[in-house]
């Protein structure tokens, strides 16, 4: 028996860009001399010396105006404050550090068919792939015993469209200055509830001068009524977070049905040698696939890449790119 229900219309609207992340250390002797106190929209914060701030007691007592203009501070733009959700701006406000400047590269979306063909997914080719994907739509549903009907083509919110994007926040050196320290996340958003709601995978890799210190993460589904009211939020958490390799960190998002925004991010906080690294490319690359089936599709990590077990269902990989030392 399928564990879906299936919607009405069809879509696979990806938008992945950006990058972003966040870790927290102590600040040396050098940068407490030079911080300041500034006020920003009625907070008091510490600026340090290399456009950092010192971490926020209870962020989450502050209004949306006020996170929104601190995490402007700290190179933070609009887009980003209305894409970040609530609980990971209170995160960063914590962990403080600021936002580094980055690309997003080598995007490849993939869906992979009931009969186990890839299909690299282009804007030439969308409404072909939407064409098929409609197909093993009605296969799976006579499968599952459902009667749906299906409308295909650009522009149509079936499941809700996916969007994801990489971010990159400097955290400071550690306390001897040999290391930098950077947080690395990858978030995702379903605007509405996925058409299938199995086992997703998300994850992410990096380079080989670069050590994973721990890894955090969430998913939330926020609910609204028919006017589009918030009416809650609930929390379910990356399920078999795999921290075994050297090289990367997996998790499984487990996706529940409920009708909602399905929201939630992966984090690992990196440290990085100073010597040799200054100046030159940071990398990492992140990687999230939605299983169609209750066959699975399981990430396995590469450097700097990922393989996908040959199962239906959408992949998403890009590559998230920094200057190592520099935030500006």
Same mark, same amino acid.
């Given at each position: ?206 380079? *080989? $001068?670069? %050590?994973? &210190?721990?890894?955090? !993460?969430?998913?939330? #589904?926020?609910?609204? @009524?028919? +006017? *589009? $009211?918030? %009416?809650? &939020?609930?929390?379910? !958490?990356?399920?078999? #977070?795999?921290?075994? @390799?050297? +090289? *990367? ?80």
């Amino acid at each position: 028996m399928f564990k879906s229900k299936i919607s009405r219309s069809l879509v696979t609207a990806v938008a992945l860009f950006s990058i972003f992340q966040t870790t927290c250390l102590a600040d040396s002797p050098f940068d407490q001399k030079k911080s300041k106190i500034v006020n920003v929209s009625d907070v008091s914060i510490t600026l340090l010396s290399d456009g950092r701030i010192k971490g926020l007691d209870k962020p989450e007592k502050l209004s949306k105006t006020q996170k929104a203009e601190i995490l402007k501070v700290i190179r933070f733009t609009e887009d980003d404050v209305a894409q970040i959700p609530d609980e990971l701006q209170n995160q960063l406000l914590k962990e403080g550090g600021v936002k580094v400047e980055t690309t997003a590269s080598d995007l490849i979306h993939t869906y992979t068919d009931l009969n186990g063909q890839d299909h690299i997914v282009t804007d030439n080719n969308q409404e072909e792939i939407d064409a098929i994907k409609a197909n093993d739509m009605k296969t799976l549903a006579a499968q599952s015993g459902e009667i749906t009907t299906f409308e295909t083509g650009l522009g149509s919110v079936q499941e809700g469209s996916f969007s994801a994007r990489g971010y990159v926040t400097y955290l400071g050196k550690s306390s001897n200055g040999i290391e930098y320290n950077y947080s690395y996340k990858t978030m995702f958003t379903w605007s509405a509830r996925p058409a299938w709601y199995f086992e997703d995978k998300i994850a992410q890799t990096w380079q *080989g $001068n670069t %050590t994973s &210190t721990n890894t955090i !993460g969430e998913y939330k #589904v926020n609910t609204f @009524s028919s +006017s *589009g $009211n918030p %009416t809650g &939020t609930y929390y379910y !958490g990356l399920k078999d #977070v795999d921290r075994s @390799s050297v +090289s *990367g960190t997996t998790a499984t998002v487990d996706i529940v049905y409920l009708d909602g925004q399905h929201v939630g991010w992966l984090q690992d906080n990196v440290k990085i040698p100073v010597g040799g690294n200054e100046g030159t490319t940071g990398q990492f690359a992140s990687a999230y696939a939605h299983s169609w089936t209750n066959n699975l599709i399981d990430i396995i990590l590469q450097n700097l890449g990922f393989q996908f077990e040959s199962a239906p269902g959408d992949k998403w990989t890009w590559r998230n790119s920094y200057i190592i030392g520099q935030w500006y």
